[in-house]
């Protein structure tokens, strides 16, 4: 299917109209035989391709924020289908209009309001699942306050990420680079201009200095840039097998001292309120469970719902099959006291903001200890340049004493 904008005649009382409109078909033949057989007369087709970064320029979580709360607003007046219809028909931006191309053919052809939706491909699985659930059940505005809810939360997890990976960056760029130009331009500059002292006790002192500061920078160097390329390595193996609870990446993922802590409780955290976010929006269980498991990485929060699902699927009941590791004994309780979905719904609130609580706690240890690596990194790299410019000064000062008479 590819998008289509078409110039045809349309004769009417016998006076010829020019009119254009938009479709979404295989080809243009295809376009070209649904204008004959509506009466018109094509003039011009042409194929619209999407530009060329859509998803920077027109798929923003901007949009879909936007775009829900007009759902809401609009859907108190008119159905789903008609809303959405609506705000095709006005949207003035050209790009927008090209996204929205395979939605509003799906309306015109008497498709439902969540497959017209999917077709935008601007939401995740979550979402639409929340607002398929909504439709099915009959409940679509009730179920549209918890995707905006979803959507917003996302952005703001995904801001957090994105400032604590460019503090870490900044960090670790400025160590490289201060120990690359001590290594390669100041340390050579040193051992190029030598020293002028007579003495050969201080000419050996001043080469011997030399060599330890090369040999200690760049032992520091070696060990950075390897830390530095095994961690992005291990970043990117972990990234490919993800979805593998075996694999070696997330059984050493799950060993790592205060990391692996943070990382569970902020993946139970998540994954909890999205829990109760697809409750809420009437989401089967069974259905719930898988979207949870697939937007779920960390090895132990994945495990949790995965074996989760398996019980569940195998006809255990929910209050038991839920009750199981990584959550702690309070948490298993309150599970095994549900008596119905809803309950289900506020135990899993209370747990993502038991975790949350937790996850803060286990951020500012994580915070503490990346000072302190940084600042035991940066501080050797610093005795090192002050270690490098006591030898200039000591070669100076050799110098003058071989002036003396």
């Known amino acids: 299917m590819k998008l289509y904008h078409a110039k045809y005649a349309q004769v009417r009382h016998g006076a010829v109209d020019i009119m254009e409109d938009d479709f979404y078909l295989p080809d243009q033949r295809a376009v070209r035989r649904q204008l004959r057989n509506n009466g018109y007369w094509p003039i ?4 619209q391709k999407p530009p060329l970064f859509e998803w920077a320029d027109t798929r923003s979580r901007a949009w879909q924020i936007q775009l829900l709360r007009a759902l809401r607003f609009q859907g108190a007046t008119a159905s789903a289908g008609t809303a959405l219809l609506n705000i095709i028909e006005g949207e003035t931006d050209r790009k927008r209009r090209i996204a929205f191309l395979p939605t509003r053919t799906v309306l015109k052809g008497g498709g439902s309001f969540s497959d017209a939706l999917r077709q935008l491909r601007l939401f995740d699985a979550a979402t639409m699942a929340i607002i398929t659930a909504g439709e099915r059940a009959g409940d679509l505005k009730g179920v549209i306050q918890h995707a905006i809810e979803h959507t917003e939360q996302k952005g703001k997890q995904m801001k957090v990420i994105m400032s604590v990976l460019g503090w870490l960056s900044f960090d670790i760029f400025n160590i490289v680079s201060f120990i690359w ?23 050996a002192h ?3 200095a030399i060599s330890l500061a090369k040999w200690v920078n760049g032992t520091m160097l070696v060990l950075v840039t390897a830390l530095l390329i095994g961690g992005v390595a291990f970043a990117m193996i972990y990234w ?11 059984k050493i993922l799950m060993k790592v001292p205060i990391v692996s802590v943070y990382l569970r409780n902020v993946a139970m955290k998540e994954s909890c309120k999205l829990m109760q976010r697809l409750i809420k929006g009437k989401v089967p269980l069974a259905d719930g469970l898988d979207i949870i498991m697939d937007g779920t990485y960390e090895p132990a929060a994945r495990l949790y719902w995965k074996e989760s699902k398996d019980r569940v699927m195998a006809g255990v009941e929910p209050s038991r099959a839920l009750a199981r590791w990584p959550l702690n004994k309070g948490e298993r309780d309150q599970i095994t006291t549900i008596q119905s979905v809803e309950q289900l719904a506020e135990v899993y609130e209370a747990i993502a903001e038991e975790r949350g609580l937790m996850a ?8 503490i200890l990346g000072m302190v690596t940084m600042m035991a990194i940066s501080g050797a790299t610093v005795l090192t340049m002050i270690y490098l410019l006591m030898i200039q000064n000591q070669s100076f000062l050799d110098s003058l004493k071989g002036l003396r008479p």
């Open 44 to 47: 011009r087709i042409r194929e």
């Open 360 to 367: 803060k706690s286990d951020q500012r240890r994580v915070a």
């Open 181 to 203: 130009a001590a290594q390669f331009s100041f340390i050579p500059y040193l051992e190029k201009q030598g020293t002028k002292a007579t003495d050969p006790a201080a000419v």
């Open 240 to 250: 490919a097998n993800r979805h593998k609870t075996d694999h070696f990446t997330s």
């Open 206 to 208: 001043f080469h011997h």
